[in-house]
């Protein structure tokens, strides 16, 4: 999503590709100073549609490499940018980029310290891109990022909540997430038929836990979540389906429940951070 500016280009909305452009120049002014663009800062863009939050960007950061997969629109980006020295159109799907070394490349290239990712989101790939952003363990500060509403809900919402998901930990154990705005969904075109929001996940230097395996950490949490009606003594068995060399009885799991006081009739959405970590340990000190 970005927003449609007229111009002498013929432009067809893909909604495939999850195409919405953002309008409103006071929300594109606000995502464009929460994400703190300054002379020494590289600024990855995520779909940067016709440019429009592209060129706020550009007005401070050091340099921006905007990276869109729509074919009809890098002719208009690059025609758009063709006088600025610090943007670079990448034409590219973001789930294919290898961005630990474009981040290497830009960074020594053109002699920046920061980096910070920015962009609107298509709302069918939120979590993969933001996952893939995680999961890469980049070296960034910050993603400012618009989302729907409803899944920005989920990154802010208190582990341990009904409100939460598995992406709430995921998130949240590796960033801190602040609120910037709610963005109605009047304020683009085509106008989507749902609200959004826009967020700042913050990179922490530290995590809020230690688990002693962090695969399983997060494969506890996934298992929790796959089926989070049921128990956590039923859903945890879900945990030999993710990992063929792991073989986890119904006994390991009641006596790692046990063991750290967890009752075994709870859910997952009511675990903690802390109580995540904690089960986690537990069942690998007591597989098999």
């Known amino acids: 999503m970005s927003r449609t500016k007229k111009s002498g280009n013929s432009f067809h909305h893909k909604k495939r590709l999850g195409q919405n452009f953002l309008r409103d120049e006071g929300v594109i002014q606000e995502i464009a100073e929460a994400s703190e663009p300054d002379p020494d800062t590289l600024i990855i863009e995520i779909g940067p ?58 960074k020594d290239l053109h002699g920046l310290s920061k980096v910070r990712i920015v962009g609107n989101l298509p709302y069918y790939i939120t979590t993969p891109i933001i996952m893939k952003l995680l999961e890469e363990n980049l070296d960034i500060l910050s993603i400012t990022v ?58 922490r230097e530290d995590k809020p836990v230690h688990p002693d395996d962090e695969k399983l950490f997060f494969r506890c949490i996934k298992a929790g979540f796959m089926m989070r009606r049921k128990t956590l003594l039923n859903s945890l068995a879900a945990l030999n389906s993710m990992d063929q060399n792991l073989r986890i009885s119904r006994e390991d799991i009641l006596r790692a429940l046990t063991e750290i006081g967890i009752d075994p009739r709870r859910r997952a959405e009511s675990l903690t951070m802390e109580e995540f970590a904690a089960l986690s340990d537990a069942i690998g000190r007591n597989i098999g």
């Not at 549609?49 to 980006?77: C, F, H, K, Q, R």
């Not at 909540?161 to 602040?178: D, F, W």
């Open 49 to 106: 549609g016709e440019g429009v939050l592209t060129e706020a960007l550009a007005e401070s950061a050091g340099y921006v490499a905007a990276v869109e997969l729509d074919d009809d629109l890098i002719p208009i980006l690059r025609t758009r940018f063709a006088l600025n020295d610090n943007v670079e159109i990448i034409h590219g799907d973001i789930l294919a980029v290898n961005l630990p070394a474009l981040i290497r490349e830009m």
């Open 146 to 203: 618009m989302m729907q509403k409803e899944v920005a809900d989920r990154l802010i919402a208190e582990p341990g909540t009904k409100k939460g998901s598995a992406i709430t930990y995921a998130v949240q154990y590796r960033c801190t997430v602040e609120k910037i705005c709610d963005v109605d969904r009047t304020c683009f075109r085509p106008a989507p038929k749902v609200d959004s929001t826009v967020l700042r996940l913050n990179l």
